[in-house]
Each structure stands twice: as C-alpha cells, then as structure tokens.
C-alpha cells in the first residue's frame, strides 16, 4: 500500500492550497480516508477524515468552515481543499487510510509521507 501526498507549500495568510493523496496497492473504494497534520514540536492531530461514500466529512473544529476534504473513488484520490489559511495551519500535513469505519483518532492502517504546508503571517 502506498499513499502519496502533494500539494503542500508556501502560502500567505488568507491563501488556499489544494493537498491531494493518491493511494495505490488497496480496493480505494473500502477505506476511510483521513488528513492529519503535524507542527513541529507537536503531536499530530486530525483534520479531516471521509467515509467511503463521501457523504459523512468529520472535521476538526480548528478547521471547519475553511477546509474540504472530498475524494475521487475512481482515481483513488482523496483531497482536502485549505481556504482563509492561517499561520497556526502551519504543519506537515499526512493522509492516511483505514478500512471500515470512521475515525477521528490516528488509528489508521496506512500513513502517506506527508507534505509541508507552511503558511506566512
């Protein structure tokens, strides 16, 4: 299994950035997909997970109303869309997959390399 995440960068403060995960060597269509983030010195919290049809998007408070996490079974891609970015988004930001059922919490099967979103004030 290998999950791939692109898209990060360096953005000012109100800019939006599109993440995008590609999952390969797992039925896509089975697995919950999720978006984590880590800052340095801190420990890694979740973001944004989907469920397998996309009708159910938790997210976190931090982040609701600004960010979208959508995903594209046929491609085997997931996406969280960032709007109005704000400095303490600032993070490595990793997509992760589980089978089954929904979490919040970083019990995921299969963890991407992560990408580096830093966002200037």
């Known amino acids: 299994v290998q999950l791939q995440a692109c898209g990060g960068g360096l953005v000012q403060a109100g800019d939006s950035l599109r993440l995008s995960c590609a999952a390969s060597g797992l039925t896509f269509s089975t697995y919950v997909m999720g978006w984590f983030r880590q800052a340095p010195g801190k420990e890694r919290e979740f973001v944004a997970s989907i469920s397998l049809s996309g009708s159910n998007t938790p997210y976190a408070d931090s982040v609701k109303g600004r960010f979208t996490i959508s995903r594209d079974n046929a491609k085997k891609l997931v996406y969280l869309q960032m709007n109005s970015l704000k400095p303490e988004d600032t993070a490595v930001y990793y997509c992760?997959?589980?089978?089954?059922?929904?979490?919040?919490?970083?019990?995921?099967?299969?963890w991407g390399q992560g990408t580096q979103v830093t966002v200037s004030s």
């Open positions: 992760a997959a589980r089978p089954g059922v929904l979490a919040v919490t970083p019990r995921y099967d299969y």
